[in-house]
């Protein structure tokens, strides 16, 4: 399989915040700073239909403040402008992303990502002593599962001669997802379905700008790099609820010397602002990620490739308290046409 094949699928991790609206409220630990643009888009130079389907998990079950875990207990006795901190108890993700990909010639190309979210939620609320809620302080659970906000991003990949390794891709993130799902309360002072937090929502309402550029080469015969910058920007609020802008700085290295497999390695940074809006939380959401993704992409059968990433933390500092994973995981299978 060919270089700029194989860095079609090297960037998958959930998140999943590229490939799917942002993940949770507490969007800057999520840990999808693989960005699923990236992975789908790629760089290549064939024409034709690609298709890719993954799948990814993120558990989120870890309270972090700055860049410390800390205890539930603790979480509880923090007040934010006199309003009591929430202690949300865990955030578990599930992604099933279809990524179609069309390349009208070597420089230019068509990508389109549709998610599907299945998210299951459960918070303790803001009267809680960090192991039993307390009454009046709004906590639920809430299991969603529906479809996320789709991505088209067109990619242009023809600024240097020969080589056409510098590309540069601009998109939008359209607002398909619902963001008016509920959950049940579990507040005996307030019975019935409980609204959820936006963020939590599998779709924000928004429409998105994306713009990024990449570049990639060779290093020796048999290893190679990427790198590659995105942002994104919500246009404008909708029902009181902004989405923070977020940027991701991607690199990658892979090694070509084995026939069966092709291992890969991955530094991903995101820095993601506050949410902003009366429905936002605009304490509890933010913040700036690094992570470690370690990888293998297999062909199977001619054009059949199949793959598999761990990403793991290395370093989070994020605003307020949030859940974040202590890890995330992706499988998928890629084939072109």
Known sequence: ?????????????????????????????????????????????????????????????????????????????????????????FTENHYVTLGLEYNLNPELGLNLTLPYIIRNHSTLGTASDGATPGVGGGQYASKTSNIGDVKAVIRYQSFLPVAHNL??????????????????????????????????????????????????????????????????????????????DGVNFNLGLRYMGFSAVNPQLQLNARHVDHDVGANADEVSTGGTLVYISPGVVAPVLNPVSVYGFMQLPIFQDVNGVQLAPKYSASIGLRFSL
Not at 9 to 34: D, E, F, K, N, Y
Not at 54 to 73: K, P, V, W
């Open 1 to 89: 399989m060919r270089f700029t094949n194989i860095l079609q699928v090297t960037a998958i991790l959930s998140g999943i915040a590229w490939m799917a609206p942002r993940p949770v409220s507490a969007c800057a630990s999520c840990g999808c700073t693989l960005s699923s643009d990236w992975g789908s888009l790629g760089f290549t130079t064939s024409r034709g239909w690609k298709f890719d389907l993954r799948y990814d998990y993120l558990n989120q079950d870890q309270l972090r403040s700055g860049t410390d875990a800390i205890s539930a207990s603790a979480a509880s006795r923090i007040v934010n402008d006199g309003d009591p901190q929430e202690v949300e108890k």
């Open 167 to 244: 590309g540069v891709f601009l998109g939008v993130k359209l607002p398909t997802g619902s963001f008016t799902e509920t959950g049940n309360s579990t507040d005996t002072a307030a019975p019935g379905d409980a609204d959820i937090d936006r963020g939590l929502q599998p779709g924000t309402g928004t429409t998105d700008a994306i713009v990024g550029i990449y570049y990639f080469d060779g290093i020796s015969k048999n290893w190679n790099y990427f790198a590659q910058a995105i942002y994104q920007k919500s246009l404008y609020a909708r029902d009181h609820f902004l989405p923070g």
